[in-house]
Nanobody
Framework: QVQLVESGGGLVQAGDSLRLSCEASGRTFGSYTMGWFRQAPGKEREFVAA???????????DYADSVKDRFTVSRDNAGNTLYLQMNGLKPDDTAVYYC????????????????WGRGTQVTVSS
């Protein structure tokens, strides 16, 4: 069982930066693929980024095209924490951001993730 708690959301202006954090419970955090998803009002939940576990503190990362070169996902396995550094924020990035975990490989498919946090709101004004 993995419990996830996101933090770091807020109201910012276009062009600003935010760093989201996701603290995970459980001793097997390092073996899980961790993902970030977001959901804007009236839209489906969409993939943002993922960090697969390889071993130690080494991991692969994957990004949605819409955030590539602006967002960076990272993980601290010793601290059981996943991060999402978001730079150059745009109004289109406004959404609730969710952290998710799966024992499987990294995927953009939300249905593949077994554990979810409650989300943190990010609002970007123009």
């Amino acid at each position: 069982q993995v419990q996830l708690v996101e933090s770091g959301g807020g109201l910012v202006q276009a062009g600003d930066s935010l760093r989201l954090s996701c603290e995970a419970s459980g001793r097997t955090f390092g073996s899980y693929t961790m993902g970030w998803f977001r959901q804007a009002p009236g839209k489906e939940r969409e993939f943002v980024a993922a960090a697969s576990a390889i071993g130690g503190n080494t991991y692969y990362t994957d990004y949605a095209d819409s955030v590539k070169d602006r967002f960076t996902v990272s993980r601290d396995n010793a601290g059981n924490t996943l991060y999402l550094q978001m730079n150059g924020l745009k109004p289109d990035d406004t959404a609730v951001y969710y952290c998710a975990a799966t024992p499987g490989m990294a995927t953009f498919r939300a249905i593949a993730y077994d554990y979810w946090g409650r989300g943190t709101q990010v609002t970007v004004s123009s």
